[in-house]
């Protein structure tokens, strides 16, 4: 079993930069695969960073590469998400996720936060 818990979030101008963190519980944590998604209101839940259990390994959606980056680290059982020049249309709920393999399906995750909202005004 392994617990997410997101932070970071918040109201923030075009242009500017958050950091969202995601604190997980269990042992076990630096096996699994983890991942970032994001979900606006009236759209589907999509992808948006993945990591393996180790960072050399990342990827992105094409809307936010070269701008947000994905790290993690084991020994404090944390994942970040590091979000730079923030525009409108990345405005949603953030969740992180773990699942065992690092993939931009939502199903193939098996452990979600409760998720943290960024807003980004233009």
């Known amino acids: 079993q392994v617990q997410l818990v997101e932070s970071g979030g918040g109201l923030v101008q075009a242009g500017g930069s958050l950091r969202l963190s995601c604190a997980a519980s269990?042992?076990?944590?630096?096996?699994?695969?983890m991942g970032w998604f994001r979900q606006a209101p009236g759209k589907e839940r999509e992808f948006v960073a993945a990591?393996?259990?180790?960072?050399?390994?990342?990827y992105y959606a094409d809307s936010v590469k070269g701008r947000f980056t994905i790290s993690r680290d084991n020994a404090k059982n944390t994942v970040y998400l590091q979000m730079n020049n923030l525009k409108p249309e990345d405005t949603a709920v953030y969740y992180c996720a773990a699942g065992p393999r690092d993939t931009i399906m939502v199903a193939e995750y098996d452990y979600w936060g409760q998720g943290t909202q960024v807003t980004v005004s233009s």
């Open positions: 990591s393996r259990w180790s960072t050399s390994s990342t």
């Open positions: 269990g042992r076990t944590f630096s096996r699994y695969a």
